[in-house]
């Protein structure tokens, strides 16, 4: 697992624990902040997707790593799905 020091990866062991914790009616996005940078550029931008690309990759790569890092922590941890 990444260390927590790590800020390129959505993915700590405070979100591991707060993701395994939570209540199963309660959703939890470690990108959450990436997402909320894209909507609040489209606000700003009157809704341009143009002018927001870099923060909706943004957002796109904390998902992708962060689905890496979930995988790689369930396979180190023996669950295989």
Do not use: H, I, V
């Not at 993915?11 to 902040?33: G, M, V």
């Not at 143009?50 to 180190?76: I, L, N, P």
């Amino acid at each position: 697992m990444p260390s927590q020091d790590d800020p390129e990866t959505p993915w700590t062991e405070a979100a591991a624990s707060r993701y395994e914790n939570k209540p199963f009616s309660q959703y939890f996005d470690p990108c959450e902040e990436a997402a909320q940078r894209s909507l609040r550029c489209l606000y700003r931008n009157e809704g341009d997707r143009e002018m927001c690309t870099d923060f909706f990759q943004a957002y796109r790569d904390c998902k992708k790593q962060w689905m890496k890092d979930k995988a790689a922590a369930r396979k180190k941890d023996g669950k295989w799905f």
